[in-house]
């Protein structure tokens, strides 16, 4: 993409450097907001995670204590964060898998038998993706709510529904269920978008050798979409890593801690104006993202 | 015009039809994904039919379906309670400036980062990508010390600026100025034109799909968005709908307006669920579009 015409150029060096200024001329807007919010941000909240910032007046942060590692290893010690690491992993663990399983499920069947109606199925199956969260969690509260629509249904079987999201061990599989609910259609559309990049002609010479449904889904699907299932796992793990929203609107981390991920006990530090635990929590949530992505970058670069 | 044909053609076919295979145990498959595609819909059929019941009802039956007598009482309602339409106006001006952000910043961006040569230009993408990564969660306290120091602490303006410049809406402008062929281009260069008219009379009109993309995927982002309103807004008057909406719905929590919550639910999920049912095109391939290559 290095579009260098060298027609009749004398002062190349001269014009390289007028191109150069044009060139980050047009970076500016996205230059300043990447420095106001990403780069400094990023490079603060390392330094911030060093300090002693209890109680103190955000707005002159250099004031206050060097204080090394303390807050690390204050978060060691914090069984809290502990648990809220394991309740975080819980929730790559089963949340990734399950969202990637009905996702491929549903772009293996949108993209074979159906021809009729595939557009409006894509369509609905998305829909969760971009619907308000803050929304969906209010339903979600309330149908899981003692006597609500969840436990009615089951009341039809003879079941006698709990109050799901006041029970410690119940609850996480409700903040999951929403989580998987909100991100299988990204899945499937990523999934779709792999499906139809694999050639036509490979599946007929295969049907032609007498392969059936099963052999070719396996042995032709699944290794060719190999690349964009690990693509879709390290995404998804990068997205549940993070998990904040479900948590804080389902339960708020509630009840006794058992749902409440790394983000939440960031925003709860916070709150509490640990400003330097947070920080801390922070940066350790931001090593398990960046590790996470390298792997990504790693998958993307063999690709290409 | 050839070119915008070109690019128009080349687009529809990234949405283009799967493979044409035969179909197998058609009914099977289409009765399993209308199960599926209603028990997807679940919630947003619950929301509705909720939305529609009187309160009364509601509360004598919360879990039931269909409504006895459908009402909009509850919207009535809504719009009577304080605050809602200021979190309403919120919202909308915080959408148009983190789209309006976008459009600018990113097609600038995406423009130099695709086909212009300069120095920094390693830099300036890693930066780009870089970005996409850091997780909100590890920088939100230290840009709201920034957002602070700048005094714009529960003002729109401070909920709007880290949304204005997407790296992500970088990236799709990029992959998309990466389409177009570079003679386009050297033609105008050649005849003399400068890199600030290339953009604006040769490049921008051919980035109509772009730029439709970014609107959509930043809209998206600054309406839905709920955790940075939720630490910047600290008073009503600078709430968007969803921080209103949950606070409403929190303080509500031991009065039991359901009714109310619902409608609102209703009323957050509208812009976004009628502009989704129309532009559903767009959503999917920003979607797949960042994912893929």
Same mark, same amino acid.
């Given at each position: ?8 150029t ?15 001329l047009?970076?500016?807007p996205?230059?300043l907001?990447? !420095? ?8 603060? %909240? ?15 942060? !250099? ?10 290893v204050?978060?060691l ?15 790559? %663990? ?24 595939r ?7 998305? %829909? ?18 003692a ?9 039809? /079987? ?15 599989? /409700? /903040? ?14 990523l ?10 002609? /490979? ?19 699944l ?5 964009t ?10 997205f ?22 790394v ?19 922070s ?6 993202v ?15 | ?15 283009r ?16 994904l209308?199960?599926?595609a ?6 947003? *059929? ?23 007598h459908?009402? @909009?009482?509850?919207? &009535? ?9 200021q979190?309403?106006?919120?919202s ?6 983190v ?7 990113a097609s600038a ?26 997780p909100?969660? #590890? ?16 003002? &729109? ?5 880290p ?20 003679? &386009? *281009? ?9 890199e600030?008219?290339?953009? @604006? ?18 809209? &998206? ?23 209103g909406?949950?606070?409403?719905s ?8 359901y009714?109310?919550?619902? #409608?609102?639910?209703i ?7 009628? *502009?989704f ?17």
């Amino acid at each position: 993409m290095t579009s260098t015409p060298v027609v009749g150029t004398r002062r190349p060096t001269r014009r390289r450097a007028h191109r150069t200024a044009v060139a980050w001329l047009f970076l500016t807007p996205f230059a300043l907001v990447f !420095l106001l919010y990403t780069a400094v941000p990023t490079v603060a %909240a390392l330094g911030f995670s060093l300090t002693d910032l209890r109680g103190t007046d955000l707005r002159h942060p !250099l004031a206050v204590d060097f204080t090394g590692l303390d807050n690390f290893v204050r978060l060691l010690q914090d069984e809290s964060f502990l648990r809220d690491i394991l309740n975080t992993a819980l929730f790559v %663990a089963v949340g990734v898998p399950l969202t990637m399983v009905i996702g491929f499920a549903l772009a293996v069947v949108l993209n074979s038998g159906i021809r009729r109606l595939r557009g409006t199925f894509r369509m609905l199956f998305f %829909a969760p993706v971009v619907t308000n969260v803050v929304a969906v969690a209010l339903i979600w509260q309330y149908a899981f709510n003692a006597n609500g629509t969840v436990n009615k249904v089951l009341g039809v /079987v003879g079941l006698a529904g709990p109050n799901w999201l006041d029970d410690p061990n119940l609850a996480m599989p /409700v /903040v999951i269920l929403l989580g998987v609910w909100r991100n299988f259609g990204i899945a499937m559309v990523l999934f779709l978008a792999g499906l139809q990049a694999i050639p036509d002609d /490979v599946y007929e010479a295969a049907s032609l050798d007498g392969a059936g449904r099963w052999r070719q889904l396996r042995h032709i699907t699944l290794p060719l979409l190999l690349p964009t299932t690990l693509m879709v796992s390290v995404l998804l793990t990068v997205f549940y890593l993070q998990v904040f929203d479900e948590p804080y609107l389902l339960t708020n981390g509630g009840p006794l801690g058992s749902t409440e991920s790394v983000a939440l006990y960031t925003y709860h530090q916070f709150g509490a104006g640990e400003f330097g635990m947070s920080s801390a929590a922070s940066f350790v949530m931001l090593v398990l993202v960046a590790l996470v992505s390298l792997v990504q970058f790693r998958l993307l670069r063999s690709r290409v | 015009m050839t070119a915008v044909a070109a690019l128009k053609s080349a687009e529809t076919v990234t949405d283009r039809v799967a493979p044409r295979r035969r179909s197998v145990t058609g009914p099977l498959l289409y009765g399993a994904l209308v199960l599926c595609a209603l028990l997807t819909m679940l919630p947003f *059929l619950w929301v509705i039919s909720g939305s529609l019941r009187s309160l009364d009802e509601i509360r004598s039956d919360p879990g039931a379906w269909i409504p006895q007598h459908v009402t @909009f009482d509850n919207f &009535l309602r809504l719009f009577r309670t304080e605050g809602f339409g200021q979190f309403m106006v919120n919202s909308v001006v915080v959408a148009v400036m983190v789209v309006a952000g976008n459009i600018v910043a990113a097609s600038a961006a995406g423009y130099a980062l695709a086909k212009l040569d300069f120095a920094g230009k390693r830099l300036a993408f890693g930066a780009v990508m870089a970005a996409m990564m850091v997780p909100f969660t #590890a920088v939100f306290v230290t840009q709201f010390v920034i957002t602070v120091d700048l005094g714009l602490a529960d003002t &729109l303006t401070g909920i709007a600026l880290p949304g204005v410049a997407m790296p992500l809406s970088v990236f799709i402008m990029r992959q998309y100025a990466m389409s177009i062929p570079d003679e &386009l *281009l050297e033609a105008a260069r050649i005849d003399g034109a400068g890199e600030f008219r290339i953009f @604006f009379r040769i490049f921008l009109p051919l980035a109509g799909p772009a730029v439709a993309t970014i609107t959509i995927m930043s809209f &998206l982002a600054s309406w839905n968005n709920f955790i940075w309103p939720l630490i910047v807004a600290q008073s009503m008057s600078s709430y968007t709908l969803p921080v209103g909406l949950a606070a409403t719905s929190q303080a509500a929590a031991h009065v039991t307006d359901y009714g109310l919550m619902l #409608a609102g639910a209703i009323v957050v999920m509208l812009p976004v669920l009628l *502009l989704f049912l129309f532009l559903q095109r767009y959503f999917v391939q920003g979607i797949s579009g960042t994912g893929m290559r």
